[in-house]
């Protein structure tokens, strides 16, 4: 029965649904039922044919009805509200911000179209996962984005569903899904030896391919099947009935043992009483979860079993970390157990999971979630199977794929909060995220090298392990990043301590991760890229969750969140320090960026202060706590400056990189940012001078700062003194200035980021959004597109639009910053900060040195500009204690002292720094302390000796007389004698009496201070204040470290006379800076107001004299003293600043910066040079656009004596003629081209089609056209006529082109050899005859050799001849006789011949074969004579067409000094005299004279010729001037022109007389006979109109078709006149540009409406030019011959063809010569339009929608990319069009790109993008999915390059295709 005919099954089906149906489930239903049951399982059984079971399935669903009428009926029940499309990876799907709730919504491309998203934030994009559409959905996105057909409500008029329709499915589905799981579970093998066998997996998926499609296909039946569905799949009933009949047959009962086998690794068990952290084996190699021999098929005995085997690797557990308790309620056994299954959904998914995702399968069930009982299911079961997942994920070996597959499913189950609160509620969802993340990472853990390699008890992961190599953690991380961006979910989070505890001990497994240790000796042998890895755990795994929850975090209400944090966050900092041994020294020569931990405690700090209102000291910990926290993030800031400084140079380039990522703007919010901050909160709570003795240590420079010249640093070498210490105060400085954390609005923040970025350089707008940091993540939701954005950019910064610089480099819409940003906002602090590389600090620099300029404001070179900044927020105050203590004006004053020394190793930096720094202290002062008394409070003793007090201002003016110091004993200051006054004991007196004098002049001497003892007492003081059992810590003295021994020479004390304050330092400096002897004059004294409004403009901007004389000004205001005693200093004369004496050692170091400065001025001199002399080259010799200055091709226009032309060779250098044996050659470009070919009739664009109406038929082009005037000539006339009667090369013709410079042939061939033998990869191949010009480097490949002697036969314009015009036709034909003369014999072969015939070689091989041959006869001598005058021809038109096609403009021609077709003719002219012409045959002789024997045709056999009337005259033109000796006199080129008019023009009268309707012609005919006899009858158009009419009228030219030629009644003979000139014209136009470049002088320029009496009296017609009303375009004629008698036999010859053919004798008559110009297709404005129909369109070819689509746009083909499926020999279908449309030469626009391609013979090169986004930037792939709108100019300008041949020389970066685009 299974295997019955389709007929026969539709009857059973119709049965048994009757007899189920009927009978209300009675007795005979039951064994229908059962009959049914039996037929299924027969018909679903593994033997049968899966086609068949299909087939039966569908027929018993149907009830015996047609498939597709049930289909069509079920559909009509679809209650369709939701979208809910699904699809796979690589779709183009949309997204749009202002309609979305939750960051990934995504639309399909349908509904986006339908719905109204004008002027919303939206993007299209290529889906990276797969995903689905939610329209329709409110949880997801706002209703106002819904599309039409999902915005109607649900329950409205959808009808009830009958019974009977779906009663079968519901018996039919469970029966088959049943059979799905049982091949499932069959296919099955658990892989041995952890190598899955794949191969096997896949097998399976192919057998189950069609049952998988069929249920995909119910899916999308809409509604009313999707709930049988569900019912089915979620029923436990089911899979119990099902399931349980496993005992009957043999085969069910094996897949059942299978089933219960795989099941068995699928829990998390492990004993709870173990507390070794024994999870992973770690010499094993499998770095699974040991927990998988779970004993016994019964899987239910629980996690006891498997204790045994735990033992052993917990034996070699990693330190005796506590395990992490779960609570309690965590003990959820889902997560701990083996997973159990109660419904078909349940056990779907697992072996779903188990198949690694395959894609049909995750389609199917996720084209269900529409249902929404369904989507509630399926979420709880994908929870219950999370862990499962992990394990999988981690074993899977495409973990890539499986990752995507899992993101695909869970993004669609998690983005809806409504559902993740649920399950976080029922399933605990938010516990078992954790804890599987948990496990997943414990499984790479090693031991933390951090501090105490030894005893240290912390493990961190191992970032060389694949799970973090692959990024495999990633779908984990980013679900749980997804539910926390739900705030009912996060709050959970929040106020759970349990899940806080889990996950900061989660978090402190990064922290400490990839330590870095500093290689001393030698340089590390392998680069490890680790660091790539450790970056992206710590953002995605720890940075992201925490800005998710710091979004919860937003107001007072959830101060309580914050507390938790920061309370669980201590304690695990507490532990951490505890486990690496942590007191108080960091370990020397280490360092790590991750300090994740560090990081959240900041960040929560910041957050409770600036949203929650908190008070900071309530949740700081004690002060021993901050000293702790402050040491790491400090070592970072150290270790970047020794990074900088090439410290760390030996461990290769990888520790640069990590320095740079720490602080690029993806990373720099989550990582520079936090530690900055916590740095300065621990350094507004703790002791100032402890705080800056640590800095100055960390940094190294402690030993630095001592008042000798010399000194001896132990820990530094002095190479990289000078960077350490600028590293040091610059970091103070950023400490101390920067405010992003504190106090400044998020507003602000976004605005300084943006000045920062943008005067660096100027910015497209893409990459600004991407320099900027995002504030929370970028999942949370605000997104750094919205509105303040905009508003802040416009507001700062300039939109540049693109410009294009002839040379064709396209720019890119840019951002600039206004003047007063430059003026008012520009922070150098900031861009310290924000800079990855150290150049783009000194970009900005040049830029706002280069604006000062401009605007006048300072022409020298200025200092950073001192910004004030936002004010605290006062919890921060105690920051402000920095800039005002007593160590930090010891080091300000020593540094100042030893500048003003010159003292080495310092530099206008550090000044620069140490001057901000005072500045900072003068803005910041504490509350204003009365002058005059200045007790300093008796305690504050530290350094008693050198300042009074702790603040500033007054600091700044006590004298220091005498300071100690301890030199090395070969020190200078060692010699001197120490001053009478100052001995031993006065040094101990001096002490006391300090306190009671007061007066200034102190002559007490300062102690040598020494920062490290410093820090040492305080923190001692406060470990004692904090700790009572801290005297039994013996602490190591750690500073023992840094004396190396042996290598210190003994240090020696000596006292140093200095009387100085800092005051006085100050103004010396001024003094010294400017060069000058008392430049500082203050400027109160002339001026008080000063005092009153420091905030003057004229100091904001300037060099360091700038900057001293400000905070003078500033000292003064704050306090009279100071201004009193800057007065004095100012008044006793200074004496002179020392001159140098710079010691040999000295001079080594000296200012490197200076030699730079020097050299970088050399620099700047020589490149100026270079750019005049490059610039006058460019004038001379690449004049583009230039018509006048008509100085090249070296002709010597002014001395018209000299016979030869003397060209310059530019390779020898040499000047000479051309001679026959070394001849010179112009560089040229031989390309073949069609442009000419794409000419259209119609002035009216052709559009690019976009609809499957719109086509491009190409019969209209100017191609086309002439191919079928040729074929059809061929068809009736002799073929060596034919071929002569018109030109080829409209398609394929050879443009010659050349940059006008000239080369000996011979030079050019050794030139070539070099290329040859030369190695280097070119743009160009050398065996093709490529090369660039050595002089301009413009592309060539060929040489073009000059024709020795006079250039140019220059009989410029002598009077007329008196020859009558019959002399002068008699004298051309006797020329045309003596062929033989051309004055180079051809016999005698020169160097001169057999160059012209390798350059001839070259020109044929230029186009292909079939642009060659058009003869009947093959090889026939005619082709090359028809394509040698054909080239003339091309060049010719082409050069029409560059001048916009018509002479109007004149003057030289466009490319005026490139033009070679002087040249080119005396090539094309000694080939030509190779054939002779027979002259029976001759056309002059036809045109010229009567020809008598006319019987001779009628006898002949074979075709006749083709009639004078039919031939191109251009053609003929060309013929004669060409076939002529050269030189050639003016005189017989004018009586060429005057004969070939005559022809011309009659032509002209034909053509019309053909157009014209039978009356109009009788009238003509009438009115010409009577005017005929009149004396000037030749030369009056309408006599002879009517005497062609009257002769045409013998044949059968005008029968037929007459009805047709009614439309064109032309009646009036002014318009009979112009449609005569405008026949005319186009050969006017050829002939003038001949007559230019054979005999020189210019076109006369005019208004385009006298072109025709310009030109024709130019080339000679116009014997005596009338004035224009009189003028008929028939005065030009001058006829050698009675002209009724010519006419009348040119006529007779089409009178005797249009009696046999006379529809063809009239269709070739009808020649329209008027052309517009070459256009590409016209493109659409918005490049959507393109995209949605090109992109999914099937090719023509192959019928496959390519994946690389591509379109021409010269004539709209749709072409596949480097598709193999439209390959041709070889050839790809681009390379192959690109041949048959170009000749070579192609233009393609991709699809998937916006970018146009170039395909110029076997080269390409990217072009760019003629679509740009609103801000004027390229979208290259469309990554960004901006809307693109058509960007004219850049369309322009590739139409320029395209019509003007100059693709290859204006792009630069060609690359070979080898046929394969």
């Known amino acids: 029965m299974a295997g019955a005919g389709g007929r026969e099954k539709r009857a059973t089906a119709a049965r048994l649904k009757a007899a189920l149906g009927g009978e209300g489930g009675g007795g005979g239903g039951g064994a229908a039922a059962g009959e049914l049951r039996a037929l299924l399982e027969r018909a679903l059984s593994g033997g049968g044919d899966a086609g068949e079971a299909l087939e039966w399935c569908r027929c018993l669903l149907a009830g015996g009805e047609p498939w597709d009428g049930f289909a069509q009926a079920v559909r ?21 911000r202002t309609c979305g709730i939750s960051p990934c919504m995504s639309l399909c491309a349908e509904c986006f179209h339908q719905g109204e998203h004008a002027g919303h934030d939206y993007n299209m994009f290529r889906s990276q996962a797969g995903g689905a559409c939610d329209c329709g959905d409110s949880n997801v996105m706002r209703e106002a984005g819904f599309c039409k057909r999902h915005r109607i409500k649900s329950n409205s008029n959808v009808p009830c569903v009958p019974k009977d329709l779906l009663m079968m499915s519901e018996l039919v589905l469970p029966q088959f899904i049943f059979s799905l799981i049982q091949h499932l579970r069959e296919g099955y093998n658990e892989p041995a030896l952890d190598l899955p066998s794949e191969k096997d997996l896949h097998k399976i998926l192919q057998v189950l391919e069609p049952h998988v499609s069929f249920l995909e296909d119910l899916t999308k039946m809409g509604g009313a099947m999707r709930s049988v569905l569900t019912q089915v799949l979620t029923s436990q009933q089911f899979y119990k009935d099902l399931s349980s009949g496993v005992g009957e047959n043999a085969c069910a009962k094996k897949s059942h043992e299978k089933y219960l086998i795989a099941l068995k690794g699928s829990g998390l068990a492990f004993p709870e009483d173990k507390i070794a952290c024994g999870m992973q084996e770690q010499g094993a190699g499998t770095s699974t979860l040991a927990v998988q021999g779970l004993a016994g098929a019964t899987a239910t005995s629980g996690q006891g079993d498997s204790s045994d085997e735990e033992d052993q690797d917990g034996s070699q557990g990693v330190g005796k970390r506590k395990r992490v308790k779960l609570s309690s309620t965590t003990k959820d056994q889902s997560i701990m157990d083996v997973l159990k299954h109660k419904c078909f959904l349940e056990e779907l998914l697992f072996w779903t999971i188990k198949y690694e995702f395959p894609q049909k399968m995750v389609t199917f069930l996720l084209n269900m979630l529409p249902d929404q009982d369904y989507k509630i299911a399926f979420t709880k079961t994908f929870v219950q199977h999370y862990a499962f997942i992990m394990k999988t994920l981690k074993k899977s070996h495409e973990s890539d794929t499986m990752s995507n597959r899992i993101v695909h499913i869970s993004v669609q189950l998690f983005s809806n909060e409504e559902l993740a609160r649920q399950v976080t509620e029922e399933c605990q969802l938010l516990d078992i995220m954790v804890t599987v993340l948990l496990y997943m990472m414990e499984s790479c853990l090693i031991k933390s090298e951090l501090q105490d390699e030894e005893n240290s008890l912390h493990v961190v992961v191992n970032c060389g392990e694949a799970l973090l190599k692959n990024n495999t953690y990633w779908p984990l991380v980013s679900d749980f990043i997804n539910i926390l961006s739900h705030q009912s979910v996060a709050k959970k989070f929040l106020e759970d301590h349990g899940l806080l505890v889990t996950w900061m001990n989660f978090v402190s497994f990064f922290q400490g991760m990839n330590l870095n240790k500093r290689e001393l000796n030698e340089h590390v042998e392998f680069e490890s890229q680790t660091y790539y890895a450790a970056f992206a755990a710590e953002l995605e795994a720890c940075a992201q969750p925490m800005w998710g929850l710091l979004s919860h975090c937003k107001v007072r209400e959830t101060q309580e969140y914050t507390r938790n944090v920061v309370r669980y966050c201590l304690e695990a900092l507490q532990d951490w320090f505890d486990a690496i041994n942590f007191v108080d020294e960091p370990a020397p020569n280490q360092v790590t960026f991750h300090l994740p931990l560090h990081r959240y405690f900041a960040m929560f700090l910041s957050k409770a202060v600036k949203c929650q209102e908190l008070d900071l000291d309530t949740i700081l910990p004690d002060q021993e706590m901050l000293m702790k926290l402050m040491i790491h993030p400090l070592q970072i800031q150290a270790s970047l400056s020794e990074i900088h400084s090439n410290m760390w140079v030996r461990n290769g380039l990888q520790i640069k990189g990590q320095a740079m990522t720490y602080v690029q703007s993806h990373f720099c919010n989550s990582m520079i940012d936090p530690d900055i901050y916590l740095l300065q909160v621990c350094a507004s709570r703790l002791d100032p001078d402890y705080f800056i003795s640590s800095v100055f240590e960390r940094f190294k420079v402690v030993d630095l700062l001592t008042m000798a010249s010399q000194h001896q640093n132990t820990v530094l070498d002095s190479e990289h003194e000078r960077s350490m210490l600028e590293g040091a105060l610059t970091f103070l400085v950023l400490l101390l200035s920067l405010r992003l954390h504190l106090g400044m609005t998020d507003d602000e923040i976004l605005r300084a980021e943006m000045v920062a970025q943008l005067c660096m350089n100027d910015r497209t707008h893409s990459s600004l959004l991407d320099l900027i940091p995002e504030n929370p993540n970028p999942k949370s939701g605000i997104i750094p597109g919205s509105l303040s954005f905009e508003s802040v950019l416009s507001a700062v910064a300039d939109f540049k639009a693109p410009v294009f610089e002839p040379g064709g480099s396209m720019q890119q819409g840019m951002y600039t910053p206004k003047a007063e940003v430059w003026d008012k906002e520009f922070d150098p602090v900031m861009v310290i900060l924000r800079t990855v590389y150290r150049r783009d600090v000194q970009s900005a620099m040049d830029r706002y040195t280069a604006f000062l300029k401009q605007s006048g404001k300072f022409p020298g070179n200025p200092w950073p500009p001192y910004k004030k900044r936002t004010p605290l927020h006062p919890s921060y105050k105690g920051l402000i204690k920095l800039l005002h203590c007593k160590t930090l004006h010891i080091v300000l004053f020593t540094l100042l002292y030893k500048i003003l020394m010159d003292h080495q190793n310092l530099s206008e930096h550090v000044l620069c720094m140490v001057l901000y720094l005072i500045e900072l202290g003068l803005e910041n002062s504490p509350e204003q302390e009365s002058d005059e008394e200045e007790s300093a409070s008796g305690q504050e003793r530290c350094h008693d000796s050198w300042f009074p007090g702790s603040n500033l201002v007054s600091n700044m003016r006590h004298f220091i007389n005498y300071v100690r110091v301890r030199v090395p004993e070969t020190a200078p200051e060692v010699k001197r004698e120490p001053p009478a006054s100052t001995s031993s004991d006065g040094l101990a007196s001096s002490q006391s009496s300090r306190r009671k004098s007061l007066q200034r002049e102190n002559s007490g001497t300062a102690q040598v201070f020494s920062l490290v003892a410093e820090r040492r007492k305080k923190f001692q003081e406060i470990i004692n204040r904090n700790t009572s059992e801290a005297n039994q810590v013996v602490r190591p003295k750690t500073s023992m470290k840094w004396s190396a021994p042996g290598a210190t020479p003994q240090l020696t004390t000596a006292i140093l006379e200095v009387k100085e304050s800092i005051l006085s330092l100050l103004i010396k400096l001024h003094h010294k800076l400017s060069g000058k002897q008392n430049s500082y004059y203050p400027p109160w004294l002339d001026d008080v107001d000063v005092l009153i409004h420091p905030e003057i403009p004229r100091y904001s901007h300037g060099d360091g004299m700038t900057a001293v004389e400000r905070i003078l000004l500033k000292a003064a205001v704050q306090s009279r003293l100071n201004k009193r005693i800057i007065e004095e200093i100012c008044r006793k004369v200074t004496p002179p600043v020392p001159p140098k004496k710079i010691s040999s050692a000295e001079k080594k170091t000296l200012d490197k910066e200076e030699r730079r400065q020097k050299a970088r001025e050399r620099q700047q001199k020589l490149l100026a040079e270079f750019a005049s002399r490059q610039k006058s080259f460019m004038e001379t010799a690449m004049d583009v656009e230039s018509p006048d200055a008509d100085i090249a091709m070296e002709v010597a226009t002014s001395e018209q004596h000299v016979s030869e032309a003397i060209y310059d060779c530019v390779i020898c250098g040499q000047s000479g003629p051309s001679t026959e044996d070394r001849p010179t050659g112009l560089v040229v470009l031989l390309q073949a081209s069609s442009v000419l070919g794409q000419c259209r009739y119609s002035t009216e664009p052709k559009k690019l089609p976009t609809t499957e109406e719109e086509r491009i038929y190409p019969w209209d082009t100017c191609a086309a056209l002439h191919e079928v005037r040729l074929a059809t000539l061929q068809r009736y006339f002799k073929d060596s006529s034919c071929l002569q009667a018109v030109s080829i090369g409209w398609e394929g ?54 024709y020795p002697g006079n250039n140019v036969e220059r009989s410029l314009w002598q009077s007329h001849s008196n020859k009558s015009i019959q002399d002068l036709v008699q004298e051309v034909e006797d020329l045309q006789e003596q062929l033989g003369t051309f004055p180079v014999s051809i016999s005698s072969e020169t ?45 010719l038109e082409l050069e029409l067409v560059h001048r916009g096609g018509n002479l109007c403009s004149g003057g030289a021609s466009t490319a005026g000094k490139r033009s070679c077709l002087n040249q080119l003719f005396h090539v094309l002219a000694m080939h030509m005299h190779l054939y002779s012409i027979d002259s029976a045959y001759n056309p002059w002789r036809k045109l010229t004279q009567m020809v008598q024997d006319k019987n001779s045709e009628v006898i002949s056999e074979e075709l006749p010729e083709v009639p004078v009337l039919y031939r191109d005259v251009p053609s003929l033109l060309l013929i004669q001037i060409l076939t002529m000796p050269q030189p050639l006199h003016k005189e017989h080129f004018t009586c060429i022109i005057k004969v070939l008019f005559t022809l011309l023009y009659t032509q002209a009268l034909a053509a019309f007389s053909v157009k014209c309707s039978e009356e109009e012609r009788m009238a003509w005919k009438e009115s010409g006979a009577l005017k005929k006899n009149t004396p000037s009858g030749e030369k009056s158009w309408e006599v002879l109109l009517g005497h062609v009419i009257s002769e045409l009228s013998k044949g059968k030219m005008y029968e037929e078709e007459e009805e047709e030629t009614e439309e064109s009644t032309v009646v009036n003979p002014d318009s009979v006149e112009c449609y005569l000139q405008e026949f005319c014209l186009p050969f006017l136009r050829i002939t003038s540009l001949l007559q230019h470049h054979l005999f020189g002088g210019d076109l006369p320029s005019c208004q385009e409406d006298e072109e025709f009496t310009v030109l024709a009296s130019c080339l000679g017609l116009l014997p005596s030019f009338q004035s224009a009303h009189q003028f008929t375009s028939a005065s030009c004629l001058d006829w050698p011959v ?20 006379p529809h063809q004798a009239k269709i070739l008559l009808i020649y329209e010569p008027k052309w517009d110009l070459p256009r590409l297709l016209q493109l659409p404005e918005n490049y959507n339009t393109i995209f949605q129909y090109y992109h999914r369109k099937t090719c023509t070819v192959c019928t496959k929608v390519p994946k ?4 021409c746009l010269v004539c709209g083909t749709f072409v596949c990319l480097k598709g193999l499926c439209c390959k041709q020999q070889s050839y790809c279908e681009c390379v192959l069009h690109s041949q048959n449309c170009g000749a070579g030469t192609g233009i ?3 699809i998937n790109a916006s970018v146009i391609i170039i395909i110029r013979g076997h080269r390409f090169c990217l072009w760019g993008s003629v679509y740009l986004d609103a801000h004027g930037e390229e979208d290259r792939d469309l990554r960004r999915g901006k809307p693109l709108y058509i960007c004219k100019e850049r369309y322009k300008v590739l139409e320029q390059q395209w019509v003007s041949h100059t693709f290859d020389h204006i792009n630069k970066r060609w690359g070979p295709h080898y046929n394969g685009l």
């Open 1748 to 1751: 690389d689509p591509a379109v």
């Open 1391 to 1435: 160097n001169l011949s057999k160059e012209m015939e390798s350059v001839m070689k070259d020109i044929k091989s230029t186009t292909q074969k079939k642009y060659t041959d058009y003869s009947k006869s093959l090889g026939s001598p005619d082709n090359d004579f028809l394509f040698m005058y054909s080239v003339a021809r091309t060049n």
């Open 1293 to 1346: 013709g050879v443009y010659v082109q050349t940059c006008g410079h000239t080369l000996h042939i011979d030079c050019h061939k050794s030139y070539m050899e070099s290329l040859r033998n030369d190695q280097v990869l070119q743009g160009f191949s050398v065996d093709k005859g490529e090369f660039t010009c050595p002089l301009c480097r413009q592309f060539a490949n060929s040489v073009l050799p000059c």
């Open 1788 to 1790: 393609f626009l991709l």
């Open 76 to 96: 009509a029940y679809d209650p369709a509200t939701l979208c809910g499309l699904v699809w796979t990876a690589n779709f183009v799907a949309y997204r749009c």
């Open 1682 to 1701: 009675p002209a009724f008698d010519m006419i009348s036999q040119w006529c007779s010859e089409l009178v005797s063809f249009s009696d046999k053919h």
